[in-house]
Antibody, heavy 119, light 110 residues
Framework: QVHLVQSGAELKRPGSSVKVSCKTS????????MHWVRQAPGQGLEWMGW????????HYAQKFQGWVTMTGDTSSDTAYMELTSLKFDDTAVYYC????????????WGQGTMVTVSS | QSALTQSPSASGSPGQSVTISCTGT?????????VSWYQQHQGKVPKLIIF???KRPSEVPDRFSGSKSGNTASLTVSGLQTEDDADYYC??????????FGGGTKLTVL
């Protein structure tokens, strides 16, 4: 089966950075895009961007351009999302979600990583 | 890109049908047949239930169906069951390598 296993919860100070990992298994990592989606407490889903693990190319939602970086490590089949200059309202659960075969939906999701920004 | 618009809540009794709508624009839902729907139970991970407007993953019951007309997509849940009580999110490709979600609809099975 396809599995996406994310790194554990993080507590960060405002202005710091966080890097969340998403370890994949059960499929060929380079054949599917990986998306990142976040969900603030009690709020809806927000799409952040994608990484193409085959080319290393990435695209970010306009809101996150300049302070998010998505990467992939083909030696370990792991995707990463780094968010810098953290603010209080970056407190959220961050999900990795695999793009479907045609990359038109998010067919498998990681379990989520809670990132709390607090002073 | 702006979020898609969903009604905050919907409800129905077991056995009934309920339809949840998702309104976008001519730049997203109206232009592309890449609308998907996700079910999220409280405290759980979102689950894909509809993709490409009308298609269901094999493990999703056929009680769930999707459609689209113009800039509005819809999810219909027939024969409501208690386990359908959850939040539902629509999503659409929005062009220029971007995706967008709706704000979510909380479905309550009475």
């Amino acid at each position: 089966q396809v599995h996406l296993v994310q790194s554990g919860a993080e507590l960060k100070r405002p202005g710091s950075s966080v890097k969340v990992s998403c370890k994949t298994s059960g499929y060929i990592f380079t054949q599917y895009y990986m998306h990142w989606v976040r969900q603030a407490p009690g709020q809806g889903l927000e799409w952040m961007g994608w990484i193409n693990p085959n080319s290393g190319g990435a695209h970010y939602a306009q809101k996150f351009q300049g302070w998010v970086t998505m990467t992939g490590d083909t030696s370990s089949d792991t995707a990463y999302m780094e968010l810098t200059s953290l603010k209080f309202d970056d407190t959220a659960v961050y999900y990795c979600a695999r793009g479907s075969l045609l990359n038109d939906a998010f067919d498998v999701w990681g379990q989520g990583t809670m990132v709390t920004v607090s002073s | 890109q702006s979020a898609l618009t969903q009604s905050p809540s919907a409800s129905g009794s077991p056995g009934q049908s309920v339809t949840i709508s998702c309104t976008g624009t001519s730049s997203d839902i109206g232009r592309y047949n890449f609308v998907s729907w996700y079910q999220q139970h409280q405290g759980k991970v979102p689950k894909l239930i509809i993709f490409e407007v009308t298609k269901r993953p094999s493990e999703v019951p056929d009680r769930f169906s999707g459609s689209k007309s113009g800039n509005t997509a819809s999810l219909t849940v027939s024969g409501l069951q208690t386990e359908d009580d959850a939040d539902y999110y629509c999503s659409s490709f929005a062009g220029n390598n971007n995706w967008v979600f709706g704000g979510g609809t909380k479905l309550t099975v009475l």
